[in-house]
C-alpha cells in the first residue's frame, strides 16, 4: 500500500466512491421519507450526503440520471436464470419479483407509479429501470418456444404479465392474505404452464 | 312536495345526503392531492367539506369507517357477471380492474399500498375495499370447476391471482409499454384458461 500523503488513509474505498453512495443512500432516503421523485431536489440531496451541489453535478449530468442510477442500485441487477429448462428459469425470475433486498423500496416503489403515468420522462426512467427485468423473462419464453417447451402461437407479452402480475401484486401490495408469497412462484408457474381449463 | 318552513327548498337531494357527499368528496379531493391515509386529519375533512367536525361525527364513529366509506364511494360496486360461461364472466371482471371511474383513484390507490403494508388496521380497511370484488370472482371459479368447465384440482386463489395481476400492474403502473390495455383482458383469460406449455 502506497500512499503520497502521511495522511492516515481513510479505511475502505477511495473517497470518491463513497461520495457517490452517500450521494445515491441520500437520494434514496428521501424518497422513503415520503419526497416524490418530482419534488425532491438537487439541493436536498445535497445536503442530506453533506456533499455540495458542484460535486453531484459533476458525477450525474441533472437530477434524472441520478435517480436512474439510484434507484437502479434499490432494485439490483436482475437475477440471471440457471437455462436448465423453462419451468425452473420462470420460477427463478417469478421468486425475485418484489423481492427486494432494500426496505426502503417498498415504500419508494408504489408511489412512484402516480407520477410516472403523468410524465413521460419519468415514466422512461421508470421504464428503464424495470425493462432489464423483462427482458430476461422474455428471452427464456422466447427459448421455450422455440425449444417446443411452450406453446408455438404463445403472446409473450401477455405470458410475461400473466407470470409477473400475481407476485407483484401479491409481494407489493399484500393483495390476497390467503395467498402465500414464498409458495407463490410455483403455483403460479406451474398453473400458467398448465392452464386453468378442463382438459 | 310539502315542506314545513316558507324557506326555499335547495333543488335535489336532502340536506344531508348533500353533507355526505360534501364529506366523502373533501376526503377523497385531500388524499388525490397528496395526504395519505395515515396523515389525513377529521379536522382537514370538516375544514374542506366546509361542515364542522361534529357533523362528521355524527355520521361516521371515527376517520377510519370515514376514510373505509369514501374509499368504497372510489371503487364503486364490484361488477355482476351474466353468468353465461366461465370465460365470458372472467373477461368481464378482468375488463373492471383498475377501470376506475374516478380519476383520483389512481392517485390514491398505489399510495395507500406502504401504509396499508405497516398497520394492521389500514390493512384490514384496504382489504374491505378490495375483497367484495376477490368474491365475485372466486364464485365465478367455483362456479367453474363444479361445472366441469375448469379443472378439477384448480388452485382458485392462484388463479384469482393469475387474472388479476396482469391487468392490475398494466392498469395501474403501465407495466409494459408494448401492451394495450384494452385488449389485454380477453388475451389473459384465454390464455390462463389455455395454459401456455405446448400440448
Given at each position: 500500500m502506497t500512499s503520497g500523503t502521511d495522511a492516515p488513509r481513510p479505511p475502505g474505498r477511495p473517497r470518491s466512491v463513497r461520495a457517490d453512495e452517500a450521494i445515491v443512500e441520500a437520494t434514496l432516503d428521501l424518497l422513503a421519507e415520503g419526497s416524490t421523485i418530482e419534488t425532491i431536489s438537487v439541493e436536498a440531496i445535497a445536503a442530506r450526503a453533506g456533499v455540495g451541489k458542484a460535486t453531484i453535478y459533476r458525477r450525474w449530468p441533472g437530477k434524472n440520471a441520478l435517480l436512474h442510477d439510484a434507484l437502479r442500485t434499490l432494485k439490483g441487477d436482475p437475477p440471471q436464470p440457471a437455462g436448465r429448462s423453462v419451468r425452473e428459469d420462470l420460477i427463478t425470475l417469478v421468486s425475485a419479483i418484489?423481492?427486494?433486498?432494500?426496505?426502503r423500496a417498498a415504500k419508494i416503489m408504489p408511489c412512484l407509479v402516480p407520477v410516472v403515468k403523468r410524465d413521460p420522462e419519468q415514466y422512461a426512467l421508470y421504464q428503464n429501470i424495470i425493462g432489464p427485468r423483462r427482458a430476461v423473462m422474455r428471452e427464456v419464453l422466447r427459448r421455450g418456444v422455440h425449444d417446443g417447451e411452450?406453446?408455438?402461437?404463445?403472446d409473450i407479452e401477455v405470458a410475461m404479465a400473466m407470470l409477473t402480475g400475481p407476485m407483484l401484486i401479491q409481494r407489493?401490495?399484500?393483495?390476497?392474505?390467503?395467498?402465500d408469497a414464498t409458495t407463490l412462484p410455483e403455483k403460479v408457474v406451474d398453473q400458467v404452464l398448465a392452464g386453468i381449463a378442463a382438459r
Open positions: 418484489g423481492q427486494h433486498i432494500d426496505p411452450l406453446r408455438a402461437d404463445l407489493v401490495m399484500n393483495w390476497n392474505p390467503d395467498l
